[in-house]
């Protein structure tokens, strides 16, 4: 393969009046894992998208192996050997996965669409992550049927098969288990052997630190430094990213009082996922929930929301109840962050503000006060620091981070007394992050019990002081105490009781 | 370069789109054609015109009210039950009333139940049996339009009452007819409706993201029925209001509204997806067809062209409305 370098020099986008990119550079090389670096808003999704010639800059230069280049359409990037995973998965939910990664550059045989052919190169494909997914995903299932980490194989995979000399990973782990992280770097390390140049997002430190060779990293669109990974430190990188941020800071909670009200107690659960779960969780409590991707945790989280059928004892602060419909548990004061935000968090054409009220709209009256609900919205924004240029913004100019950001607002609004997360910190930023388990030791502080399903083990080890490891469909192991380790968290994902 | 400068050109003519609204396109168009019209049909721009124009656009606009609602539903929402429902709602009032003052009220409650109930039906099949809207409107008018001809025989007997021709064709206020000053009410009305309660802001979440709405507490099913069974009154009222201005039915009074209905809707800058749209860009988008029509005539287009120009005016505003379309990240 010949050399590949790709440079981006003084990038500047800006949508009407608000800058996503002021001054963006990177420098990418066969066979190196740059990682791209910021805080949530910082214009890494503009950058790459910049590269794959979705977005085309206001000014800046690009050169592809000295020559300058400027990429008109995807199409273009691609044929000069770019191609990318972006964060907002781009799938068509109602076609196949072979149709997916192959559209619009299906397998010919004779001049006709080869559907035997589809089939093969994607379960070739598939393949590469082999036992790290639900048997269910074939070449031939709908999207639809796929769970969000599926999803994000799929679309890593559909990247693949274009045979990039350039790929691009806007937060392609976001979503994946830890396993399912280690198969992807094992082949990001086989993928630059070959002389591939990869770039990378991500929010998890410790990602970068096992991976990428360098770090570019952005402030409010700004490129501020270049960093050799060896030659670094996390503390350095944050504080590049975050002016004036310490490291993230991670505090487990304390045990909790076990003379605390139960707020909820959960017996024999089942749902078609879910075969029979068991659990308490006390005010003031925060829970942790772990295990690999997709053994029923979102299940179990859907089903004490109403979101789904399921069968099984459910006590909600001291009364049976059996929900049916999400209505009926939030007006049993339940709060659920669901973990898909796209699709199931969003309105993504709808002002931020009528999403954060979304839930709440019955509370502010016939004809609805808008100016009051306007200011509830506009602490909530701030509380989380949401990077916007106004309230009345749709939501898809957001940054993934901030969007994420408002998926957590419009429950936080209404003071939930059980909080349901969905792994709610996919996305968003280490100052972000340290800002919600701030906010997260607030509300245990003040009473709330809290439900927290994280693909993040590290999280889960830092903020939890119980976790209850899921394997397939049943609470497998819980760990507390001197038990609450890495190792014993990993093991028990395995479906290994020690 | 020259890809650049391309981009460059086309998001400047984004941006002048984005300032202004759909529902102002419209309007100006609106404007804008009725004076072109006075330079082409001499005597065409004047007062008198102008409100006829208005006049007859509310009868319009009125019907395609609910038409609104059930587009920004979304779920490829859309009702084609409203020309039936608006015929059925003059057949009952004309022979309800039989031409009797005191009945007016009793008959306005009638067709306002019949057609909520009618409607519901239809909202009762999308939303519990899943069928699409298209099939269960269209069913639904074929069965309204059935049950017409199988009890009058084709034979309507009845009245209209003077005082709906008084109070809502003829001029009422100055120059200005009742059915304009309703107009106005209902305008006023659906705003309130979209923007101000509960029910409005729920059906936007629906019409976007049916998922999203319904993990936030929404009753998705309640809201889709609801918005079917409010066409459907809305419709019939559309009908009542009609028979002001006919005086008299036939049996497909109402089925020449239906496509308009859909195209005032559109042109207002509904989106036909679901999720975005306002009464507002209906009201603009009834009078833009009201002139483009009332100018036609004027020039005395023939038929088969006044369709071509309809058609190519609709082409035209849609695809500017479908570029200012955000797309999603
Ligand atoms: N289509 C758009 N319209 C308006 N503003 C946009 C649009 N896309 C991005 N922005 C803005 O540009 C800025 C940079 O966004 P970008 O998506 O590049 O951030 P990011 O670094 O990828 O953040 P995150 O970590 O949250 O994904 C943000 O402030 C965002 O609000
Ligand atoms: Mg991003």
Redesign the interface.
């Known amino acids: 393969m010949t050399s590949f370098r790709l440079t981006v020099e003084k990038a500047v986008k800006t949508y ?1 009046g608000v800058t996503a990119l002021a001054d963006g550079n990177l420098d990418v090389q066969a066979g190196t894992v740059t990682a791209l670096l910021g805080a949530n808003g910082s214009g890494k ?1 503009t950058l790459s998208k910049i590269l794959t010639g979705v977005v ?1 800059p206001n000014s800046g230069s690009i050169t592809l192996n000295g020559a300058p280049m ?1 990429f ?1 359409s995807p199409q273009a990037a691609r044929q000069a050997g770019i191609s990318a995973v ?3 998965l781009s799938l068509i939910p109602d076609l196949t996965v072979a149709e997916n990664i192959w559209l619009a550059h299906e397998p010919l045989k004779n001049g006709f669409v080869s559907r035997t052919l589809m089939r093969q190169r994607t379960q070739s494909l598939l393949d590469l992550f082999a036992g790290l997914y639900n048997r269910h995903l074939t070449p031939d299932a709908l999207i639809t049927d796929l769970t969000p980490d599926e999803r994000q194989l799929v679309e890593i995979l559909k990247a693949l098969s274009f045979d990039p000399r350039l790929i691009i990973l806007d937060e392609a782990t976001a979503s994946l288990d830890g396993q399912q992280v280690n198969r992807l770097f094992e082949l990001v390390t086989q993928w630059k052997a070959n002389g591939m140049a990869i770039v990378m997002v991500s929010h998890r430190m410790e990602e970068i630190f096992r991976i990428a060779d360098k770090a570019s990293v952005l402030r409010n669109g700004r490129t501020v430094g270049e960093r050799v990974i060896a030659e670094t430190s996390e503390r350095e990188l944050v504080e590049l990213m975050i002016e004036g941020a310490g490291a993230l800071h991670r505090e487990r909670a304390p045990l909790v009082d076990p003379a605390n009200p139960v707020r909820l107690e959960v017996r024999g659960l089942k749902t078609s996922v879910l075969h029979g779960v068991d659990l308490t969780v006390r005010d003031g409590e925060l829970l942790g929930l772990g295990g690999l991707q997709g053994q029923g945790q979102s299940d179990l989280l859907m089903a004490l ?1 109403g ?1 789904i059928r399921s069968t099984g004892q459910m006590i909600v602060s001291g009364e049976a109840r059996h929900f049916r ?3 009926q548990a ?1 007006a049993a004061d339940v709060a ?1 962050v ?1 973990g898909d935000r796209g ?8 002002s931020i503000f ?1 999403n954060l ?3 709440s ?2 509370s502010y009256g ?3 006060r ?1 100016a009051r609900a306007r200011e509830k919205g506009a602490v909530i924004a701030e509380e989380l620091k949401m990077v916007m240029s106004s309230l009345d913004a ?1 939501v ?2 957001l940054s ?1 981070g901030n969007a994420q950001k408002v998926v957590i607002g ?1 429950w936080l609004l209404r003071a939930p007394k059980l909080l349901l997360l969905n792994d709610p910190t996919k996305g968003i930023d280490v100052g972000a992050k340290a800002e919600f388990y701030s906010l997260l030791r607030q509300l245990r502080d003040r009473g709330t019990a809290i439900l927290f399903y994280s693909s993040d083990d590290d999280e889960l080890l830092g903020l939890c002081n119980r976790v209850l490891v899921m394997h397939d469909g049943r609470v497998s192991t819980e760990l507390f105490g001197d038990r609450l380790t890495h190792e014993q968290l990993v093991s028990a994902s395995m479906g290994t009781p020690s | ?1 020259t ?2 400068t391309n ?1 460059d050109s086309r998001s400047t003519l984004k ?1 002048i789109q ?1 300032r202004l609204p759909p529902p102002l396109v419209a309007l100006i168009l609106a404007v804008l054609l009725f004076l072109i019209g006075g330079l082409l049909a001499p005597g065409f721009a004047n007062v008198n015109q102008a409100v006829n124009i208005v006049r007859l656009a509310a009868f319009l606009g009125i019907i395609a009210a609910g038409q609104t609602l059930v587009i920004i539903s979304g779920g490829e929402g859309i009702d084609l039950s409203v020309g039936a429902l608006v015929t059925l709602g003059a057949i009952l009032t004309y022979r309800i009333t039989d031409g009797d003052e005191a009945l007016i009220l009793p008959a306005l409650g009638v067709i306002l139940l019949v057609g909520l109930l009618i409607g519901l039906l239809n909202g009762i099949g999308v939303a519990l049996l899943r069928m699409p809207p298209l099939v269960i409107t269209l069913g639904m008018a074929g069965v309204v339009t059935g049950l017409i001809y199988f009890v009058t025989r084709g034979q309507l007997i009845g009245d209209t009452p003077p005082a709906m021709g008084t109070l809502l064709s003829s001029a009422l206020i100055g120059p200005i007819p009742g059915v304009v000053i309703l107009w106005l009410l209902l305008g006023a009305g659906m705003w ?1 409706l979209l ?4 029910y409005g ?2 059906l ?2 629906v019409g ?2 049916r ?9 998705v099913n309640l809201v889709v029925m609801l918005t079917y069974g409010l066409s459907g009154m809305l419709a019939a009222f559309g009908g009542f209001v009609l028979l002001g201005f006919t005086q008299t039915v036939f049996l497909n009074l109402g089925q020449p509204f239906l496509f308009p209905s859909i195209a005032a809707v559109v042109v207002g800058g509904t989106v036909l997806a679901g ?2 749209g306002s009464y507002w860009g209906t009201i603009a988008g009834a009078l833009v067809l009201q002139v483009i029509n009332s100018l036609l005539l004027a020039l005395r287009v023939e038929e088969a062209f006044q369709l071509i120009i309809l058609g190519v005016i609709l082409l035209v505003l849609l695809t500017m409305y479908g570029r200012q ?2 797309v ?2």
């Open positions: 009407g999704s085309s400027r008109a972006y964060q907002e929301f979101a419909h999400p209505r939030m659920l669901p699709s199931e968090g969003l309105l993504l054409i709808r009528e009220i979304l839930p709209w019955g016939t004809p609805i808008v749709p898809n100019s993934g419009k | 370069m890809a650049l981009k941006r984005s309130l923007e101000r309660t509960q802001k729920q936007f979440a976007i993201n998922t999203a709405a319904r993990l936030s507490g929404v009753r999720g975005k379309r955000s999603r990240q």
